[in-house]
């Protein structure tokens, strides 16, 4: 509600330090009684809040949890993450947004969870998402762009996690062409763009994030044990989630806003300055074959440029890219 996200703002600026309850109750516009109740709200959530007779309340520590008053709870942004849909656990965050979407939700709106038992990659592949290890993630989007430029808003979200990662973490990552986040040539995130839209009209942009954060090596199953890692695995320390969050949709705001007002070639810059795919010999294997060669770089819309052996250019839309040593 707003009272609750006032609420927050004021623990937010507060920094830990007491507000008095009468200056919450008038900067809420509401009761000391209705003061009281939301903060047994919060405190009902893991929050540790502490009243003290003539102080007032002191926000303690906050769960490390994803809900959406934790996201909130400090969030620099405008427009992106103030709607947020939270659950424990959901087969996968990207079938929720695609309801929500259908069914109205405005720009901006974040659909989170703790645990994926269903979270999925692209061409229907499975994304292992399990319970309070990582950050599992689906926001909506309705940009005024033809669907044909909706490729570049996946360019776009994986500038948007580099940086927040580079910001929370001081880790640099690697993007691999689209989708892929590396650390150390390892997948630490995966990002998958769908789309609702008529042929000359997005009606929406979920855009899907998956990042590994504070995994073991025990938390990945074999077949990832070798390809997959963490933020906590590359760090050497745990990563809160839900500060990483707010800096990503900070990021993702800013980037989302030069795009809307600037169209891509921004955003192809920064990208490529995260680019490892970028002037190595790749294998591209997409559904209708496999193609080796350099690549060049990425068109204005997105596209992967590659030269083959015999000098053939080849515009590469969307595929699995293998990177030679
Ligand atoms: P992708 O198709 O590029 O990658 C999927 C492949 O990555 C899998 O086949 C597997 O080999 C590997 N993989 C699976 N899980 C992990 C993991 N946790 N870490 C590293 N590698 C893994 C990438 O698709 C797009 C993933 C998007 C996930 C988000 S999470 C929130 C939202 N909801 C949902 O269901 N999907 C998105």
């Given amino acids: 509600s707003e009272t609750r996200k006032k609420l927050l703002k004021l623990f937010a600026e507060a920094n830990g330090e007491f507000i008095s309850g009468q200056k919450i109750s008038d900067q809420l516009g509401c009761s000391r009684t209705a003061v009281w109740k939301h903060i047994e709200d919060l405190r009902q959530e893991g929050f540790e809040v502490e009243a003290v007779r003539r102080l007032?309340?002191?926000?303690?520590?906050?769960?490390?949890?994803?809900?959406?008053?934790?996201?909130?709870?400090?969030?620099?942004?405008?427009?992106?993450?103030?709607?947020?849909?939270?659950?424990?656990?959901?087969?996968?965050?990207?079938?929720?947004?695609?309801?929500?979407?259908?069914?109205?939700?405005?720009?901006?709106?974040?659909?989170?969870?703790?645990?994926?038992?269903?979270?999925?990659?692209?061409?229907?592949?499975?994304?292992?998402?399990?319970?309070?290890?990582?950050?599992?993630?689906?926001?909506?989007?309705?940009?005024?762009?033809?669907?044909?430029?909706?490729?570049?808003?996946?360019?776009?979200?994986a500038v948007a996690v580099s940086q927040g990662i580079q910001e929370v973490t001081g880790l640099v990552p690697d993007i691999k062409w689209p989708n892929d986040i590396l650390l150390n040539g390892k997948k630490a995130v995966g990002i998958l763009t769908e789309l609702q839209a008529d042929p000359d009209q997005v009606h929406a942009v979920i855009v899907g994030i998956g990042i590994n954060v504070n995994q073991t090596r025990e938390h990945f199953p074999s077949e990832l044990a070798s390809t997959a890692t963490s933020l906590a695995l590359e760090a050497g320390k745990p990563v809160n989630r839900a500060?990483?969050?707010?800096?990503?949709?900070?990021?993702?705001?800013?980037?989302?806003?030069?795009?809307?007002?600037?169209?891509?070639?921004?955003?192809?810059?920064?990208?490529?300055?995260?680019?490892?795919?970028?002037?190595?010999?790749?294998?591209?294997?997409?559904?209708?074959?496999?193609?080796?060669?350099?690549?060049?770089?990425?068109?204005?819309?997105?596209?992967?440029?590659?030269?083959?052996?015999d000098g053939d250019i080849h515009y590469i839309y969307s595929a699995d890219i293998e990177i030679k040593k």
């Fill in 56 to 157: 007032g309340y002191r926000l303690k520590s906050a769960p490390d949890k994803v809900t959406g008053n934790e996201i909130q709870l400090g969030l620099k942004t405008k427009r992106l993450g103030w709607n947020v849909y939270y659950e424990e656990s959901v087969p996968s965050t990207q079938k929720i947004a695609h309801k929500l979407a259908h069914d109205g939700a405005e720009e901006g709106t974040l659909v989170i969870a703790e645990e994926q038992t269903a979270g999925r990659g692209r061409l229907d592949r499975s994304w292992h998402s399990p319970k309070g290890t990582g950050i599992w993630m689906s926001l909506i989007l309705r940009p005024a762009i033809p669907p044909q430029q909706a490729p570049q808003l996946t360019l776009l979200a």
């Fill in 243 to 309: 500060q990483l969050v707010q800096m990503i949709l900070s990021k993702f705001e800013t980037l989302y806003d030069q795009y809307l007002q600037h169209g891509f070639s921004p955003i192809k810059l920064l990208w490529e300055g995260y680019a490892v795919t970028i002037g190595k010999e790749v294998v591209a294997r997409t559904l209708s074959g496999t193609v080796s060669g350099v690549a060049l770089g990425i068109t204005d819309t997105g596209t992967l440029k590659l030269r083959t052996k």
